[in-house]
Nanobody, 123 residues
């Protein structure tokens, strides 16, 4: 079992950048999701176990970048050109996976979740 801990959230202005980190990813397929009040948890980005494959929600593509450092057991979400609509609690998720290139975009696919970190983007 893996324990995931997110960090790096905070209050920023629209247009700013922020990088989230997730500790404890080991060699799992990883994903970032977010949830704002009154809304369901939604997919943001995912990365394969070896980092060779990634996928983004259309709402963040071109602005967010997911990456990982397996030697450090870390996964990152670099967010740029942030908008007020990006305001949410961001969650890191891990999926036990045998294959190096597989990625997942659905919440039900993931086995483990962190507690989340708040990102607030002010206009």
């Amino acid at each position: 079992q893996v324990q995931l801990v997110e960090s790096g959230g905070g209050l920023v202005l629209a247009g700013d950048s922020l990088t989230l980190s997730c500790a404890g990813s080991a060699s799992y397929a990883m994903g970032w999701f977010r949830q704002s009040p009154g809304n369901e948890r939604e997919f943001v980005a995912s990365i394969s176990r070896n980092g060779g494959n990634s996928y983004y929600a259309s709402s963040v593509k071109g602005r967010f970048t997911i990456s990982r450092d397996n030697a450090k057991n870390m996964v990152y979400l670099q967010m740029s050109s942030l908008k007020p609509v990006d305001t949410a609690v961001y969650y890191c998720a891990a999926k036990e996976e045998y294959y190096d290139q597989t990625i997942y975009t659905s919440t039900v696919s993931y086995d483990y979740w962190g507690r989340g970190t708040q990102v607030t983007v002010s206009s």
